[in-house]
């Protein structure tokens, strides 16, 4: 007997092993419910969340994993010139384009970015 999982949720619901509702006793053909009524008196579905992951509108949205340790994050934010203006190795100054730039290579030392 097909069973939907709203159907659970549903005011037409028959709680029963046998039938499934009084509007579709053997179940529904399709993925959907044209009949659908949310029951306001049934309990909300508990929303699991596995760690590094959380819900958006509803779905379930897996986290990226970090390339970086939070150590290494806060040492970039303390020397990367995006931040700083300055190239970490002989502290040259980068023009103030800083919005307009994707490379941070240094001309004067020869440092490169390789964060890219």
């Known amino acids: ?59 379930l949205i897996l986290q990226p994993q970090q390339r970086l340790t939070q150590q290494q994050q806060l040492e970039l934010l303390d020397t990367h010139p995006m931040f700083t203006g300055k190239c970490p190795q002989c502290q040259h100054e980068f023009d103030r384009d800083w919005s307009a730039r994707v490379h941070w290579d240094c001309p004067e030392c020869g440092w490169m970015d390789d964060t890219v």
Do not use: I, Q
């Open 1 to 59: 007997m097909p069973k939907l999982p709203e159907c659970d949720r549903c005011l037409l619901y028959a709680h029963n092993p046998h039938l499934v509702c009084a509007v579709h006793p053997t179940g529904v053909d399709g993925n959907t419910c044209l009949d659908f009524r949310e029951d306001p008196s049934a309990e909300p579905a508990e929303l699991w969340e596995p760690e590094g992951a959380s819900y958006y509108n509803g779905e």
